[in-house]
């Protein structure tokens, strides 16, 4: 199994997003978001890792994501954390649409050894 190390490090991302932003503001949707969102992905990843061409709850999750951070940032203008979760999901949408063009390679999930 191809672990997809990229996939994963952006649901951690994300989960800890949202647990910092209730360390840090006392921000409970935020923790909640973080969280789910965080999971999903997360999820999302696992799929990938077992079947590189099971990518489509990833893409979905993240384009949400990044629509939602996306419309968060252009409406208060900061950076953080909306500019960069925006950002990373873009990345991410990108990442998964140039594999399902076949323009980025994909690696072949490896046989199971008896």
Do not use: C, E, W
């Amino acid at each position: 199994m191809a672990i997809d190390y990229i996939s994963f490090a952006y649901a951690a991302t994300v989960a800890s997003g949202g647990i910092f932003g209730y360390i840090k503001a006392g921000s409970i949707p935020s923790l909640g978001a973080g969280l789910l969102f965080g999971g999903l992905i997360g999820f999302g990843a696992y799929q990938t890792s077992v079947n590189p061409n099971n990518y489509l709850f990833l893409l979905g999750t993240s384009a949400t994501l990044g629509g939602i951070m996306g419309f968060r940032f252009v409406n208060s203008g900061k950076f953080m954390p909306a500019g960069l979760i925006t950002i990373l999901s873009v990345a991410m949408v990108g990442r998964l649409a140039l594999r399902a063009t076949g323009i980025l390679p994909v690696q072949s999930p490896s046989p199971v050894k008896d």
